[in-house]
Nanobody, 115 residues
Framework: QVQLVESGGGLVQPGGSLSLSCAAS????????MGWFRQAPGKQRELVAT???????NAADSVKGRFTLSRDNAKNTVYLQMNSLKPEDTAVYYC?????????WGQGTQVIVSS
């Protein structure tokens, strides 16, 4: 089955930048959409952004203009560049990949935006 390994994250001051990456392994030929979701304490998991194999993206209004999602199909990796970070961006960020049959999730990586 598909496995997702996330990297990046950490602590950053408001207005700063962070980059997350997520590498897929396994039956990667079956992967369709990839992307990121996030979950803040006491809140439901929510969409950050997704990207198709062709590069079409869909992003939450709260991150548009600040976050950029890209995809390297040759490396089976997606990258989330996060700029102008705000305290409300603090959450555990989860990588996601879909196939025809199901969605797969990474283990999550913590992002903390605080002064």
């Amino acid at each position: 089955q598909v496995q997702l390994v996330e990297s990046g994250g950490g602590l950053v001051q408001p207005g700063g930048s962070l980059s997350l990456s997520c590498a897929a392994s396994g039956p990667i030929f079956s992967i369709n959409v990839m992307g990121w979701f996030r979950q803040a304490p006491g809140k439901q998991r929510e969409l950050v952004a997704t990207i198709t194999p062709g590069g079409s993206t869909n992003a939450a209004d709260s991150v548009k203009g600040r976050f950029t999602l890209s995809r390297d199909n040759a490396k089976n990796t997606v990258y989330l560049q996060m700029n102008s970070l705000k305290p409300e961006d603090t959450a555990v960020y989860y990588c996601m990949a879909t196939t025809l049959s199901r969605a797969y999730w990474g283990q999550g990586t913590q992002v903390i935006v605080s002064s």
